[in-house]
């Protein structure tokens, strides 16, 4: 079974993280909700608390193999100063697992240099980070193995293709109709 870690910080936005638990977990996926920190409980950017799976010790990062970041501006500041986790995010990209980013947290694969040449889309304002990108306005763009997205807006989305890496798109479209999803 794959199984994927979404990183939370606290000011993570909660609609964009949430989403793609739900729906991942609801496709049978395995997927861990670990704090940046050692702290067990992580607030969101509109003071919803949340919490852990796993503390940043406790994930095993030999058995991911996807790696998610919510944005959330603050949220995404915080998880780009967590060097140990911008370290595996780095290992993913080289070993072309999957890492996936949403709203401002794309911005983190730009400053990186993981975007030159592919299709990226990332929160409007965001979009001089995605350095070397061929930025576009669509809701969730795939390219080999990083998916980036908007925003809260296009949280339910994100999740779906998340999902349809794992389980399929024919898993993910019917995921779509039971959540009453229109695309």
Do not use: W
Not at 3 to 15: K, L, T
Not at 160 to 179: H, R, S
């Amino acid at each position: 079974m794959k199984r994927i870690a979404i990183f939370f910080a606290e000011g993570y936005e909660e609609i964009e993280a949430l989403a793609v638990v739900d729906i991942c977990r609801r496709c049978g996926l395995t997927i861990d909700m670990v704090s940046v920190t050692e702290e067990k409980s992580v607030k969101g950017s509109h003071g919803i608390v949340v919490q852990m799976d796993k503390t940043f010790s406790e994930a095993d990062f030999s058995t991911y193999d996807c790696i998610v970041l919510p944005g959330g501006g603050e949220g995404t500041r915080r998880l780009e100063a967590c060097e140990p986790l911008m370290e595996q995010v780095d290992a993913f990209y080289a070993e072309k697992k999957y890492i996936a980013a949403i709203c401002a947290a794309p911005s983190i694969f730009g400053h990186r240099g993981i975007l030159k040449g592919r299709k990226a889309c990332c929160y409007p304002s965001f979009e001089s980070h995605l350095e070397g990108a061929q930025v576009t306005s669509g809701p969730v763009e795939i390219s080999d193995n990083v998916i980036t997205s908007r925003g809260m807006g296009t949280a339910v989305q994100f999740g779906l293709a998340i999902a349809g890496v794992f389980c399929g798109n024919e898993a993910a479209e019917e995921m779509a109709k039971t959540i009453c999803f229109k695309n």
